[in-house]
């Protein structure tokens, strides 16, 4: 596999942004066909004076197809309540579908693993153990000798700029160090692809910029599939290969918007006449999903 | 005498001091509060000497019999002199430690199992719903008859006065653990006795200290209640024994005894649980 980080000692993540992109690594293609979630259905669910009741499924997905190629940085954007978040948990294998299949590198994912990196938006690194146990949480899983794999857990705290925070708790770390061990403990297992649920979005806007910048420079080092969700169309912009549109409830695609800029992307970028006409685009197509969505609950209500 | 391997000081002291940091942490307090603390103690103490000295009687409460804290405090040196002290404490620390060290290894392992996994809650949560509202002492006739041994049957009834604090906890703590902890775990690998010993155990821990703390407590309360029916040693047998030999001073230096000896326990368990999640503290939090 080619995502394993060359061992440089001194480089920090300022650095590794202006190292040049891994060639197109070989895995990590995730493929979706006529994919179908629903959430929530069964019954218990609802309670009404003490009785379970049954509760209709929602449909949060329907028909969705989509491909992203391997090495790619892919941001699934639409209006909220579109179901990008349970399409990702899906694809990552932590939501069980209701219809059709997901692929990674030609393998069904059925279930949560290693090879497929999770981070959420609110942290979940292990409260009692320290940044390295943390981030060499899954190596420990695999059975790595407790040498290799913090020299490997320090090689990964280095590239996503903690180095000195190694015997820290996470209570200990802000919020933008601690998506950034997150980052580092799901990059650890060398995963094909991974999945980023809103990560930088309880963050302030300062730190979310850096986080971007951050995230981009690591990627460019060890060229994972990425698949993020977000709803800051900036930040989608910023940040992808593709930008996978989608529409209100029941979710599909939309659009997908290849987004033209070479990188590594200046800070700057955000302030361009293209950057500025690529967002305009992506307003229209949310604002236009948003109404649509609200149109068809309106009806649902009357 | 037994043969103590030179080993053991130094080890001893290693913990002592590794649970000395934990008090010293747990206990933390200024110089006001500590003042105030002592006035209010010392304080109750010259109300009480006042009051048994005077024979205050009330009607519904009277002093008469109580003896002052003066009798007491010479009755205690009396105590401390003897040998019988020695024999009595450690018969009941070992009673404590033995049915409490019990209740904490099957409360917890239980705990973790009835909060985990569906399968084990409907197979223990009936029986142990049926008996969780039975108190520890109400076990003690039955122990009597059901333990030959007398010894025994009090480590049982301190054990069954334990358990319900630390197995509850425990399967509170587990419950109460944050899913996306959980989930992060298992997608990194982390499965059946990994996922129990690096995740679930160490997540419930907070709430487990916490049960080990009120399951100490209630250990020293069902104990020594089982001593004054079945002892025959132990420092709840003596502050009964005093009061059928009407020494009554000794009464009062057996209930002293039982609380600074349950109040060291707490300290204990508290300094230990301390120690054992130092990152509790530092969310704000104390166990």
Redesign the interface.
Same mark, same amino acid.
């Given at each position: 596999m080619s995502a394993r980080i060359e061992r440089r000692r001194g480089d920090d993540a300022g650095a590794a942004a202006s190292i040049t992109p891994a060639s197109p690594p070989e895995t990590g293609r995730i493929v979706v066909r006529d994919l179908g979630i629903s959430l929530g259905g069964g019954r218990g669910r609802g309670q009404a004076r003490g009785r379970s009741v049954a509760v209709p499924a929602v449909e949060v997905v329907r028909g969705l197809d989509l491909e992203v190629e391997p090495g790619e940085f892919v941001c699934l954007l639409g209006p909220s309540g579109c179901g990008k978040s349970s399409l990702l948990s899906a694809m990552?294998?932590?939501l069980s579908t209701s219809a059709g299949t997901i692929e990674v590198d030609g393998r069904r994912v059925t279930g !949560?693993? !290693?090879e497929?990196?999770?981070v959420?938006q609110?942290t979940?690194?292990? !409260?009692?153990r320290s940044v390295e146990e943390n981030v060499a949480?899954?190596l420990?899983?695999?059975g790595t000798p407790a040498q290799a794999r913090r020299a490997a857990a320090r090689d990964f705290i280095a590239l996503v700029g903690l180095r000195g925070f190694e015997r820290h708790? !996470?209570?200990?770390l802000s919020g933008g160090m601690q998506q950034r061990a997150e980052i580092a403990?799901a990059l650890i297992?060398q995963p094909r692809v991974i999945f980023m649920d809103e990560p930088f979005a309880a963050l302030d806007a300062q730190t979310r910029f850096m986080m971007q910048e951050l995230l981009l420079g690591v990627w460019a080092r060890v060229g994972t599939t990425v698949v993020f969700v977000t709803h800051d169309i900036d930040e989608a912009i910023f940040l992808a290969d593709r930008i996978f549109v989608m529409t209100s409830r029941p979710g599909r695609l939309r659009e997908v918007i290849r987004v033209p800029f070479a990188r590594p992307r200046p800070a700057d970028l955000t302030t361009t006449p293209a950057f500025v006409g690529l967002k305009r685009r992506c307003l229209d197509l949310l604002r236009e999903e948003t109404l649509r969505g609200l149109a068809g609950r309106q009806r649902f209500v009357t | 005498m037994t043969v103590v391997p030179d080993a053991f000081p130094a080890a001893a002291g290693r913990v002592a001091r590794w649970v000395g940091r934990g008090v010293q942490a747990a206990s933390a307090i200024d110089r006001t509060r500590l003042l105030t603390r002592a006035l209010s103690l010392g304080a109750a103490a010259l109300i009480w000497q006042w009051a048994s000295s005077h024979h205050l009687s009330l009607r519904v409460i009277d002093f008469r019999n109580v003896p002052a804290p003066t009798e007491v405090a010479g009755a205690a040196a009396a105590l401390v002199a003897s040998p019988k002290l020695g024999h009595h404490v450690r018969s009941s620390l070992f009673r404590v430690f033995a049915g409490f060290a019990a209740a904490a290894v099957v409360g917890i392992a239980l705990g973790l199992l009835v909060g985990r996994l569906k399968r084990a809650a409907d197979l223990f949560s009936p029986l142990l719903e049926v008996m969780r509202p039975i108190p520890g002492v109400a076990w003690i006739p039955l122990a009597i008859l059901m333990f030959p041994s007398s010894e025994l049957s009090m480590v049982f009834i301190t054990f069954m006065g334990a358990l319900f604090p630390i197995l509850l906890n425990t399967v509170h703590g587990v419950e109460g653990l944050?899913r =996306?902890?959980v989930?992060?775990? =298992?997608?990194?690998?982390? =499965?059946s006795v990994?996922l129990f010993r690096?995740?679930i155990l160490?997540?419930a821990?907070p709430s487990i200290v916490t049960g080990l703390s009120i399951g100490m407590g209630t250990a020293w309360f069902c104990l020594v209640t089982a001593e004054m029916i079945s002892g025959q040693y132990g420092i709840g047998y003596y502050t009964w024994e005093s009061y059928n030999l009407q020494r009554y001073p000794d009464i009062v230096v057996g209930m002293l005894f039982i609380g600074f000896f349950g109040m060291v326990s707490s300290a204990l368990v508290k300094a230990i649980g301390a120690r054992l999640?130092?990152?509790?503290r530092?969310?704000g939090r104390t166990p």
């Open positions: 990552a294998g932590f !949560p693993e !290693p497929l990196g999770m959420f609110q979940s690194l292990l !409260p009692w949480f899954g420990k899983m695999r708790f !996470p209570a200990q403990r297992n | 944050d =996306r902890v989930a992060g775990s =298992r997608a990194l690998g982390a =499965r990994a690096e995740v160490p997540g821990l999640t130092p990152w509790y530092l969310e």
